[in-house]
């Protein structure tokens, strides 16, 4: 008979989460008799951890707020999420394009106007788009984009070619990428090198028919330099899932550009999250178990 | 040398068109010495037609307004444009449902009221699309909701099963295809059969996460029985290109509904439109040439 891996499942015993433990052959305990701390929560409330511990799984894709807060330590393996909800945040990215270039954000406010509503509709086949910062999101975003007649410009540190992508280019390229790209999705991780990756260069250098896409964070947008260029006509249009901060305030000239579509980071909803989460889980414990390495293991000083 | 089949292009000589035409083998030409007829204007104002002219080709899907004013006549070949708009309006049949699937529509309206938004979020991936009337925009919606990872339930009048579809079925079954579908796209003509093919019955059989998506005609959608859906929670959510009539009133309660988006007839917008049907006039004018069987002949008598 196999002794089960005692894991905490904290600070909610969510019911998708525990199932897929008990699945995977885990053993529900509490956190001072656990080898495995699966975290629902945030880095406020993350518990004092005992030596015990060999492995925590945090929910979220991004854990600057962990690393912020000092939580993780090298005494074990960290697990992210990153990668485990590139479907949903895909399908988002994808959605936010779509309503931009179809108009369907004016139609919203205008009504029936229809002779600049139909002047201003773009289509999506026969334009590049790129995809900067071209992971797990990348790759399940392309064949989307391809299938709705796009060319995918993909974009990561390396250059090393991204699955189904058209090209990949590596960052050091970003200058070449404003210049041939006809729209941007962000999908990077948030990091000093990424900081105000669009800024009034970036975006002077982008075509006029341009939409943004940000369902990264917030943070890689100069949201000042965004308002300007939207107002100007410098670019066509953007539409942020994330801002900086969040939400933005309630007077931010954002909420009033006619072509600035805002929604409140619900790209990998947290209705879903748990259920979207669940299986990866049971994935990495099933390889925990069986001593392989875990899927999407994470460092406080790894430059991700 | 070969002479050159002498072509009208009215009521407009668009450049688009008259490029097609002559590169296809066309004279441009007046109408009075024509054997072609490229009309690229309403039925209002349709010219009185001389014999000599063999083939008029028609700018628009949906011929319902030729036929009414009694345009099309048996002395020779019509053809419309269904189909040569298809990718179009797939394009847009998928944003409509992205964007009320992804509650864009709602954080355009609700601003960062995150809580409501983020559970109200739902996704394409598992869900049932049935593509009602799936000709030539079935076949080019197909592929955009197989790479979002769902399910396609095309359904037209034989059954004989739909390029790229996981089931195909004949419009005699419309009641199981409300029962067995969580999403329906509309995309057929207007025809007596397919007058309020959304009406109360209907709405009572679609799941309550139903969205409605329709970019063919307003007649399709009893819109009494659809509001009174909309208010009462029945379905989830419409997404409407076209309406009955069309703007809708400026009082149509339709407009005041948070889960009704409507979009003013851009599906196929005009500003592309010639753009978009210029090869496909070439294309037809190289059949004529080499007297070959026309694409997308239609006729007065037909119940299309």
Known sequence: ????????VEPTRDEHVVAAVEEAGGELVGLDQARVLV???????????????????LKTAGI??????GVLDDKRTWTNASGFYAENVAEHALALLLTGLRQIHTSIRDHWDKEP????????????????????????????????????LAVNRSGRPV???????????????????????????STPETHHLI?????????????????????????HALYWALRGGE?????????????PAADDPLWSLPNCIITP?????????????????AENLRRFVAGAELISTVSADRDY
């Open 1 to 8: 008979m196999t002794t089960r891996v005692p894991v905490a």
């Open 39 to 57: 975290w629902l929560g945030d880095p406020d409330g993350f518990p004092a951890l005992p030596d015990a511990v060999e492995w925590v799984a």
């Open 64 to 69: 600057e707020g962990f690393v912020n807060a």
């Open 117 to 152: 509503i139909d002047t201003a509709v773009r289509t999506l086949r026969g334009a590049t788009v790129a995809i900067v910062g071209a992971g797990g999101i990348g790759v399940s975003l392309t064949p989307r984009l391809k299938a709705g007649g796009a060319r995918v």
């Open 163 to 189: 699955e189904g992508s058209d090209e990949t280019l590596p960052s050091s390229r970003m200058d070449e990428v404003w210049r041939r790209t006809d729209h941007v999705v962000l999908a990077a991780p």
């Open 199 to 223: 800024n009034a260069e970036s975006l002077a250098a982008l075509p006029a028919h341009c939409w943004i896409v940000n369902v990264a964070r917030g943070p890689l947008v100069d949201q």
């Open 235 to 247: 670019i066509a249009g953007a539409a942020l899932d994330v801002t900086d901060p969040e939400p």
């Open 265 to 281: 980071h619900i790209a990998n909803p947290s209705s879903g999250l748990t259920r979207e989460l669940a299986p990866w889980v």
